[in-house]
């Protein structure tokens, strides 16, 4: 995080949550935490119903049944980019939006690159933490790289041919 700023819904806003790395010891007290998912699997019951706590996904944390159907009801969901070559967290992303109908705001946390973040938006990406030293001006015009596309995504369920 740098200068407590992220990108959401297409603009720069202030960042209000704040992510709990995973050998924190115990559960930190705070609102707008954002734990990861074997934190919250382990506390499920003293989180849940809380609209201040979201979690984080590692790439290897696909979403599945009973989980996915208890995460979908949080207001934030973060998937993490370990590497920038790893993109298993576009397709967490796409399972969320599309198969499990989340609609909360989906942020990509970790190795997230301004090059990769229109790639991100038609995955189902909302938000976006960038790492530091990221020009966020510059990262936030890269929404907009491209004015069309012909395949179907979450933000276009329509491929170009059925369009026109």
Known sequence: ??????IKDGELVSNKWHTVPKEAPGIPDGEFLIFPLAVWLANQE???GRN???VWLDSEDM???????ALIKLPLL?????VFTDGRGFSIARLLRERFNYKGELRAIGYVLRDQLCFMKRCGFNS???????DLKAALESLNDFTEYYQT?????QPLFRRN
């Open 128 to 134: 976006f933490d960038l790492r530091e030293n990221t």
């Open 1 to 6: 995080m740098h200068e407590q700023c992220v």
């Open 46 to 48: 003293n989180l849940c």
């Open 52 to 54: 201040n706590i979201g």
């Open 153 to 157: 995504s979450t933000d276009q369920p």
């Open 78 to 82: 973060a998937v993490n980019f370990p």
């Open 63 to 69: 979403p599945t049944g009973d989980i996915a159907s």
